[in-house]
């Protein structure tokens, strides 16, 4: 059975400061991964997908994963940390399910950004 | 193009009622994805469906229950309500229901059970 860990439930940074939200999976088979991110009262928006090939993806609002198949983690960093980034982001894991297919989710980290 | 949409926004009702949430899938996408989301936790699978059969199904109660119509969109009903079914539910859909498909979700349906 899949499961998602992330270390930290909140992380604070200051404004403009480096961004790194943990991750750790894991997966009878080689995974996709996501992060979403869940801004407060809405649902959950797509921030980017591993699927296979290059372990670095980019994806919205400047932020990044790296995927590192030897440490079963995928974290999410962004370089500067900006006020609009504070929300809750959750790492998830893509899993075979009966015929279908479901995602799982780990506990989130709320982000917190400081002026 | 519009996203997933979800009705209705929020909801109140008491214990041992009856709910019924929908969802209208992107356009295009066949399969859709329920999740429930207590608060402070992340979201956790309930049902998939695609092309109106069910492909999945989470650890839930008989009490919730789903279906997909001709059109993609789908419902969820949860019968004789409990107060620990507060949360928000989120709709996802996607393309298929093959392995790997990125889910994207609507803005959620918030059910308080008083």
């Known amino acids: 059975a899949q499961s998602v860990t992330q270390l930290g439930s909140h992380v604070s940074v200051s404004e403009g400061a480096l961004v790194l939200l943990r991750c750790n999976y894991s997966?009878?088979?080689?995974?996709?991964l996501f992060w979403y991110v869940q801004y407060p009262n809405q649902g959950l928006q797509l921030l980017l997908k591993?699927?296979?090939?290059?372990?670095l993806v980019k994806g919205i609002n400047g932020f990044e994963a790296e995927f590192k198949k030897s440490e079963t983690s995928f974290h999410l960093t962004k370089p500067s940390a900006h006020m609009s980034d504070a929300a809750e982001y959750f790492c998830?894991?893509?899993?075979?399910?009966?015929?279908?297919?479901?995602?799982?989710f780990g506990g989130g980290t709320r982000l917190m950004v400081k002026p | 193009d519009a996203g997933v949409t979800q009705s209705p926004t929020h909801l109140i009702k008491t214990r041992g009622q009856h709910v019924t949430l929908r969802c209208s899938p992107i356009?295009?996408?066949?399969?859709v994805s329920w999740y429930q989301q207590v608060l402070g936790q992340g979201p956790q699978f309930i049902f998939q469906y695609y092309e109106k059969e069910e492909r999945g199904r989470g650890n839930f109660p008989d009490r919730f229950s789903a279906r997909q119509f001709p059109n993609y969109s789908s419902e969820l009903n949860v019968n004789a309500l409990l107060l620990g079914d507060s949360a928000l539910y989120l709709c996802?859909?996607?393309?298929?229901?093959?392995?790997?498909?990125?889910?994207?979700f609507g803005p959620g349906t918030r059910l308080t059970v008083l």
């Open positions: 356009s295009g996408h066949k399969s």
């Open positions: 996802a859909s996607s393309l298929t229901e093959r392995f790997g498909d990125t889910q994207y």
């Open positions: 998830a894991v893509s899993a075979r399910n009966n015929a279908g297919n479901m995602l799982t």
């Open positions: 591993y699927t296979t090939g290059a372990t």
């Open positions: 997966s009878s088979v080689p995974p996709y």
